[in-house]
T-cell receptor, first 116, second 113 residues
Framework: SAVISQKPSRDICQRGTSLTIQCQVD?????MFWYRQQPGQSLTLIAT?????????ESGFVIDKFPISRPNLTFSTLTVSNMSPEDSSIYLC?????????????FGPGTRLTVL | DAKTTQPTSMDCAEGRAANLPCNHS???????VYWYRQIHSQGPQYIIH???NNETNEMASLIITEDRKSSTLILPHATLRDTAVYYC??????????????FGQGTTLQVKP
């Protein structure tokens, strides 16, 4: 499967600050996604990261709060801006369109964020 | 995308087959059925997917009913390491491979010794 790495793996941040999470894939993929998993909950899709254009956000998520970049076919970043304790979650990068397993979607290990 | 319904939790004895049901009665003809699992604190792991035919791989089998309104994931010989939350998801099949995976609450499978 595609190998996905995320940095940082975890962080503890202060209220009002911002954190940028990086997602790196070991091969080119067509689709990249960002998900959030709040404590004890299922995964919620934040946005689809489109290469060379603005991300497509799901209802309830806005670009000012979660700016996303995708400069190429192997890399994306998610920024959590002006953080509050409610942003404490695991943030997961996900990819689809890996050439050898085109319809399968893979997930990274996640970034565990705690906001104090 | 069609909505799925799964039991909240299930138990299975170690070494026995685990059969996890999923209802997707509003599924369209161009929607895949995907199964993922999430072991505590890890990213979801892809298990299997299918459109209308039954599928089998090294991890599991996927049985889709003829009307496609429900499916069953079968883990043939469950082990303690199969204890996880299992998610059944439908995704629209498009030419450009777009379409989102939307997760529900899943089934918590507890494999017991």
């Amino acid at each position: 499967s595609a190998v996905i790495s995320q940095k940082p793996s975890r962080d503890i941040c202060q209220r009002g600050t911002s954190l940028t999470i990086q997602c790196q894939v070991d091969s080119q993929v067509t689709m990249m996604f960002w998900y959030r998993q709040q404590p004890g909950q299922s995964l919620t899709l934040i946005a689809t990261a489109n290469q060379g254009s603005e991300a497509t956000y799901e209802s309830g998520f806005v670009i000012d709060k979660f700016p996303i970049s995708r400069p190429n076919l192997t890399f994306s970043t998610l920024t959590v801006s002006n953080m509050s304790p409610e942003d404490s979650s695991i943030y997961l990068c996900s990819v689809r369109g890996w050439s050898q397993r085109y319809n399968e979607q893979f997930f990274g290990p996640g970034t565990r964020l705690t906001v104090l | 995308d069609a909505k799925t319904t799964q039991p909240t939790s299930m138990d299975c004895a170690e070494g026995r087959a685990a059969n996890l049901p999923c209802n997707h009665s509003t599924i369209s003809g161009n929607e895949y059925v995907y199964w993922y699992r999430q072991i505590h604190s890890q990213g979801p792991q892809y298990i299997i997917h299918g459109l209308k035919n039954n599928e089998t791989n090294e991890m599991a089998s996927l049985i889709i009913t003829e009307d496609r309104k429900s499916s069953t994931l079968i883990l043939p010989h469950a082990t303690l390491r199969d204890t996880a939350v299992y998610y059944c998801i439908v995704r629209v099949k498009t030419y450009s491979n777009t379409g989102k995976l939307i997760f529900g609450q899943g089934t918590t499978l507890q494999v017991k010794p």
